[in-house]
């Protein structure tokens, strides 16, 4: 059976060919192999034996990760209303077993990536759970490697279900995006927030940066832009693009830690390098 699309085993996005690198990883917010660009295929993971496992982090919200990680190996996130559900940060696999078990949550009402490192398998998602539009932030249609109808561009700010709220806050993409979920943390808000405000492992603290793994902050301006979008939103609780998360007081913590990088790339703590 010929191979319908292709996944970059570095960042774990789908492509419609395997023609040249993919361009994200080529980009300075990520990276290309010191070995060279690879690929994988669906049928591969599978050989391999990968596999998804769907766990709930609290009522209504589970988070989706495959073992062995792909790609960069995030954690989705199943956002559940009673209206339906949204995919956020769609993992680089996707199987009949995990898709049926997504499905037993509710019909799945949209697919969307936070940004494009977290792509993931969107378009195959979509397939294996009926078709609902994968939002794509507009600012960053150019970096989808693998077009498809499916697709929907949005930009701003859009209601996504009763209660959740998709934002785009730009920074380490300019369609970088979050969601608000209302009713998340027993109704305190949440938070899902991808690496546009990334929780830090001492989970008391988030960055702003441009890109992780080449250590690039964004400038201070922006991360008081970010940090003031969200401060019109309530939310206790914050869950980044990996297993981290900020328990509680985590809309305070977004601004402590905005004001903490802007002193930092303004110079106000030099005195201590």
Same mark, same amino acid.
């Given at each position: 059976m010929p191979v319908s699309f292709w996944i970059c085993a570095t960042c774990g996005v789908e492509h419609a060919d395997n023609a040249g690198v993919c361009a994200i990883c080529a980009d300075e917010r990520q990276w290309v192999p010191a070995a060279g660009q690879q690929w994988t295929t669906?049928?591969?993971?599978?050989?391999?034996?990968?596999?998804?496992?769907?766990?709930?982090?609290?009522?209504?919200l589970h988070g989706i990760q495959s073992s062995p990680a792909v790609g960069i !190996?995030?954690?989705?996130?199943?956002?559940?209303?009673? &209206?339906? /559900? =949204?995919?956020?940060? %769609?993992?680089?696999?996707?199987?009949?077993?995990?898709?049926?078990?997504?499905?037993?949550?509710?019909?799945?009402?949209?697919?969307?990536?936070?940004?494009p490192h977290m792509f993931g398998a969107q378009v195959e998602w979509s397939r294996a759970l009926g078709?609902?539009?994968?939002?794509?932030?507009?600012?960053?249609?150019?970096?989808?490697?693998?077009p498809d109808p499916v697709i929907d561009?949005?930009?701003?700010?859009?209601?996504?279900?009763?209660?959740?709220?998709?934002?785009?806050?730009?920074?380490?993409?300019?369609?970088?995006?979050?969601?608000?979920?209302?009713? !998340?943390?027993?109704?305190?808000?949440?938070?899902?927030? &991808?690496? /546009? =405000?990334?929780?830090? %492992?001492?989970?008391?603290?988030?960055?702003?940066m441009r890109?992780?793994?080449?250590?690039?902050?964004?400038?201070?301006?922006?991360?008081?832009?970010?940090?003031?979008?969200l401060e019109r939103f309530e939310f206790d609780r914050l869950y980044a693009n990996f297993d981290t998360v900020i328990v509680a007081d985590a809309r305070a913590v977004v601004r402590r830690s905005a004001d903490r990088h802007q002193g930092w790339v303004r110079g106000d703590f030099d005195d201590l390098t």
């Open positions: 669906l049928a591969d993971l599978h050989e391999a034996g990968c596999h998804a496992d769907l766990r709930e982090l609290e009522p209504d !190996g995030q954690q989705a996130k199943l956002l559940c209303t009673p &209206g339906g /559900t =949204v995919l956020w940060d %769609p993992i680089g696999f996707v199987d009949n077993d995990i898709a049926t078990r997504v499905l037993q949550h509710g019909p799945v009402r949209a697919i969307v990536a936070s940004h078709g609902p539009p994968v939002l794509v932030a507009e600012a960053d249609l150019a970096w989808v490697a693998r561009t949005w930009s701003s700010e859009v209601r996504l279900l009763p209660g959740v709220t998709l934002v785009q806050v730009g920074g380490h993409f300019p369609g970088s995006a979050v969601i608000h979920w209302e009713a !998340g943390a027993a109704g305190r808000g949440v938070l899902l927030s &991808g690496d /546009t =405000v990334f929780a830090n %492992p001492d989970r008391t603290s988030v960055s702003f890109s992780f793994p080449n250590r690039l902050p964004l400038s201070g301006p922006v991360a008081e832009r970010i940090a003031r979008t």
